[in-house]
């Protein structure tokens, strides 16, 4: 069956430097691939998307990329703040070479940058 | 959140109950979604619309009911509520397929006893 596995542990950093994330998929090649932020108490919040075509994609201080070969994607924090304290989550559409109905989503990462 | 609103934002019901939470959108986008969120399954997806009157199964439908008279709103139900019913809920919009970024609600966060 399909499925996405992102590290439960939380990741501890220290302000200013990198954090990386790794989200992991099984199975089928999906033609999108995007990562939410989510505070608690609250809902997720769409952050970026990238495209199976697209090895790496950047917004501010964020940067995914996306290899289909490993099945793997990495959301890296660069000079992270406390503000960036969060859990994020991955999520994929199953749906091969065409954009498909639902996301799947991992279980998320919880973030934690301390000054 | 801003487009989106979920209601109530909590509630609790007695086991057995039948309980409807709505989600309202001022976006007019096409695709709806309902998931759930608990602790060690993350977000799962219940059921979601492509249109008015269109919806589809997720992977945790059973228990639950959906309906979609109108593009704004989509109501979830719970038959007869139980206590692995217990969660919070989300409610998410989009205005194309998985090629486009979802807006979340707030969420509603049910307690069954």
């Known amino acids: 069956s399909q499925k996405i596995e992102q590290n439960s542990e939380a990741l501890n950093i220290q302000e200013g430097k990198t954090a990386t994330l790794t989200c992991n998929y099984t199975n089928y090649s999906p033609a999108y691939l995007q990562w939410y932020r989510q505070d608690p108490g609250r809902g997720p919040v769409f952050l970026l998307l990238?495209?199976?075509?697209?090895k790496e994609k950047r917004k501010e201080r964020l940067k995914v990329t996306f290899d289909t070969t490993l099945k793997q994607s990495l959301f890296h924090i660069t000079a992270s703040q406390p503000a960036d304290s969060a859990t994020y989550l991955c999520?994929?559409?199953?749906?091969?070479?065409?954009?498909?109905?639902?996301?799947?989503f991992g279980g998320g990462t919880r973030v934690l940058v301390k000054p | 959140d801003a487009g989106i609103t979920q209601s109530p934002r909590h509630k609790v019901t007695e086991t057995g109950t039948p309980v409807t939470l709505r989600c309202h959108q001022t976006?007019?986008?096409?695709?709806m979604y309902w998931y759930r969120q608990d602790p060690g399954h993350g977000l799962r997806l219940i059921h979601y619309s492509y249109g008015v009157k269109d919806t589809d199964k997720g992977e945790v439908s059973d228990g639950y009911s959906v309906s979609r008279s109108k593009t704004e709103d989509f109501l979830l139900t719970l038959e007869s509520a139980t206590s692995s019913q217990t969660s919070v809920y989300f409610c998410?919009?989009?205005?194309?397929?998985?090629?486009?970024?979802?807006?979340f609600g707030s969420g509603t966060r049910l307690t069954v006893v």
């Open positions: 976006e007019n986008h096409r695709y």
């Open positions: 999520a994929l559409d199953f749906a091969i070479k065409a954009a498909g109905n639902k996301l799947t």
């Open positions: 998410a919009i989009s205005l194309t397929k998985t090629n486009y970024g979802y807006t």
């Open positions: 990238i495209r199976e075509n697209e």
